[in-house]
């Protein structure tokens, strides 16, 4: 029944973007309508707005084949609800619930499963796109295969997913986690990269991520699934996962909770919200506002009334008093072997903490039974290699330093922030484009390989329906 429905939707939509395309002015650009998003750049209210609410339903799960068909605008917490449901989960589940499955795709998704699992562009076997032209294109390895690997990074600059096909892996009911502390940052990236580099062994993680509180303070955390717990801890409501870090050296919580661990806080920054205040919390708690859903709003209110003085007070704590402050919310992924300085730079330079640590590893370069479904041909590796908007080298391990807060400064609007993109280019990393960029427009398609992208864009949004890449991740359309 879904697939009917599936094929009925198809139809509607392309109606609704020939008649979009027709109706639209000279130059005006098509966006996404959406009630959520988890951007923190601030897009101007032009163009039109094309919706693409029906297609958020899961269609078939294939246990045999450990994949699951799904549509685009399907958000992650319902997706888990209806994986879990089976006794599985998506390979990777991004850590904020409103986040889209297509979205994930597009502008490059991970977690904690990310250092076996890879990004989770990397996860997904076939995708059905909607693309500037008008038309639904499906894609894969082998078919379109331009589209395919040209998608991730694009940000629905050509084209929306409709429908994709992911890989997903069994659970268990629990998770048993595990908190190493650290004093110094080189034992703790040693013991990270040992840590992903040797899953072949008997007491290997199922996840692995870590945070940074100071220059010597930081802590890796293993997660592995087990049938039966003596307890499970419920940072829902009044505990804040975050703390528990440095609370306690081993835990244990459901799967479902697991996987939203971080998204009851925000990570951390529900603290700009005052709700990790015990009063303030219980109140919040009790009307179901503890998530990221409600602090999006929150912020989004504060941006569109910046000049009422109830919304700005929103963010009274968050520049400290000061008069001026910057924004620098940014996820970067760094080589490993790059980290202990890149974070000492950041440490000395920036000064936020705390910092989500998160290694992330390409599933083509790993040689785990799991990971076999990945060898449809002796040229996958090389495939790898073909993500031209966002390329890493997929034999390497890469970390992601996630910060968000703001710096008081004195400086030029961007200081902060360009320095953070220096240092990236520096350190061979990658900036993810879901926050402010400042580059210039030569600087940025020379870091997101324009002549690759212009390319992609020629051939399947010819008559630029959508903003490009750099109107939309910089001049922020």
């Given amino acids: ?12 939509i392309k109606e609704r973007f020939a008649e979009l395309k027709a109706r639209r002015k000279r130059e005006e650009k098509i966006t996404l309508n959406k009630t959520t998003s988890n951007l923190f750049r601030h897009r101007q209210q032009s163009g039109v707005r094309l919706d693409m609410s029906l297609f958020n339903q899961a269609i078939v799960i294939s246990p045999h084949e450990r994949t699951i068909s799904v549509e685009g605008m399907m958000t992650y917490e319902d997706l888990v609800k209806k994986t879990l449901h089976h006794g599985y989960m998506p390979a990777v589940v991004p850590q904020l619930k409103t986040i889209t499955i297509g979205g994930a795709v597009s502008g490059g998704g991970i977690e904690s499963s990310s250092f076996r699992g890879g ?38 600059t050509f084209g929306y997913v409709l429908k994709l096909k992911a890989r997903i892996i069994p659970v268990k009911p629990f998770v048993k986690l595990n908190h190493e502390g650290y004093s110094n940052s080189h034992r703790f990236f040693r013991d990270l990269e040992k840590i992903c580099r040797e899953q072949d062994k008997e007491q290997k993680a199922d996840f692995v991520d870590g945070v940074v509180f100071h220059e010597n303070e930081m802590y890796i955390t293993k997660g592995s699934f087990i049938d039966n717990a003596p307890y499970t801890s419920d940072y829902t409501y009044m505990n804040v996962y975050y703390r528990s870090l440095f609370e306690r050296n081993e835990d244990f919580l459901t799967a479902h909770n697991y996987l939203w661990r971080w998204d009851t806080d925000w990570f951390w920054c529900s603290k700009h919200f005052f709700v990790q205040n015990l009063a303030v919390r219980s109140v919040a708690g009790t009307f179901g506002a503890l998530n990221s859903r409600t602090y999006m709003q929150l912020r989004k209110l504060a941006h569109n009334h910046k000049s009422i003085a109830s919304a700005a007070s929103l ?10 402050g910057e924004w620098v919310i940014q996820d970067v992924q760094i080589p490993i072997e790059n980290c202990e300085s890149f974070l000492d730079f950041f440490i000395k330079n920036i000064g936020i903490t705390p910092i989500w640590i998160c290694p992330v590893q390409s599933p083509y370069s790993q040689n785990h039974q799991e990971h076999q479904n990945y060898q449809d ?41 360009r320095l953070v993109e220096q240092e990236v280019e520096k350190h061979k990393g990658r900036k993810s484009l879901y926050s402010e960029s400042y580059y210039d427009e030569d600087e940025f398609w020379r870091l997101y390989n324009g002549p690759a992208y212009q390319q992609l864009k020629q051939t399947y949004d010819p008559d630029n329906m959508f903003p490009n890449l750099y109107e939309k991740c910089v001049l922020r359309m």
């Avoid at 029944?1 to 509607?12: N, S, V």
């Avoid at 963010?315 to 001026?324: C, H, N, S």
């Fill in 1 to 12: 029944m879904e697939a009917i429905f599936y094929e009925t939707k198809k139809k509607i």
């Fill in 377 to 417: 041909n002796k040229n996958l590796q090389d495939n790898q290699n073909q993500f031209p908007l966002y390329q890493t080298n997929p034999r390497n391990l890469y970390v992601n330093f996630g910060f968000w807060d703001a710096v008081t400064t004195n400086h030029e609007p961007g200081y902060f922030n």
């Fill in 119 to 156: 990004f989770v562009h990397e996860t997904i076997q076939e995708m059905e796109i909607l693309t500037g032209r008008g038309d639904i294109v499906t894609c894969s390895r082998n078919e379109n295969s331009n589209l395919f690997f040209g998608f991730p990074n694009s940000y629905g």
């Fill in 315 to 324: 963010f009274r704590g968050l520049f400290r008093g000061k008069e001026k």
